[in-house]
């Protein structure tokens, strides 16, 4: 099931005052090496930070599950927010302890030079966003546009359904890990969206500092017969730690409800 990570730019800028929430604006992107450790999951907390904040940051979208559940209506939306969700992840998935026995291979991890860009998902970026390995793990059509439009709605440039200008996307990362104890395959792809309106604004910082958003898909598969019990465990981890993590309180976009007039 999709996770769904935003926090609003007045949500933001209020615990920025706090003292409670840094952002990145002025500061350096993580390094791919430092991603790579975030994403094999034994990365040490200010790193995990960092990684966090560059997505957070930016008031991009972070999506979170299995293949196809968000074609199938799977939108109950849980946070996957901040450091206790992390480290939650790293310990009720054992991915950690795969990675730390020599039991996780990382498949790939690059990083595009200034992005790849394209307006829709062509034949020549689909295979970064499908498992080398696994290809029933795949990033869809529909998650790319989920995360555009989110980005859209949050600036005011579009309404709930439709958006006349379609921001360009730039790929920007690519990681595979194949994790043998737990027999899962993970892929997380990187980009990054903007509207012209966006570009100049500077109350929403890239990881690069462009004012570019950037979004996180990460689609995973178990191959192990135990696969019910921990994609629960990883469920109710997420949704445990976004009540213990104020400081990620996550903003809807708001559902589209639709009424029938009275006869």
Known sequence: MFGYLRIGRNTRK??????????????????????????????????????????????????????????????????????????????????????LLGLTDEVDAREFSQGDETSSLTEDLAKWFRS?????????????????????????????????????IKLRRRFEYDFHLIGANVIMVHFTTSTTHFASSSNSP??????????????????????TVIERIVEEAIHFASMLDPCHWRSYVTPIVRKDKAS
Not at 147 to 159: F, K, Y
Not at 206 to 227: C, I, K, M, N, T
Request: net charge neutral; hydrophobic share 35%; proline share 5%.
């Open 132 to 168: 080398e390995r696994n290809e029933s793990v795949a990033v869809s059509k529909r998650e790319i546009e989920y995360c555009r439009r989110a980005a859209l709605r949050d600036i005011g440039d579009v309404g709930n359904e439709k958006c006349e200008e379609i921001p360009r």
């Open 206 to 227: 890239a990881d690069d500092g462009s004012g570019d958003l950037l979004h996180v898909v990460e689609v995973y598969q178990f191959r192990s017969w135990f696969v």
């Open 14 to 99: 209020l615990l920025c005052h706090l003292g409670k929430y840094k952002m990145t604006q002025n500061k350096p992107p993580p390094t791919l090496d430092e991603y790579r450790a975030f994403h094999s999951m034994v990365c040490p907390p200010h790193v995990a930070r960092r990684c966090v904040h560059s997505i957070v940051g930016s008031g991009g979208v972070f999506l979170f599950g299995t293949p196809g559940a968000h074609e199938r209506g799977r939108t109950d939306f849980s946070s996957w927010s901040g450091m206790w969700s992390y480290y939650l992840l790293v310990l009720c998935t054992l991915t950690g302890l795969s990675t």
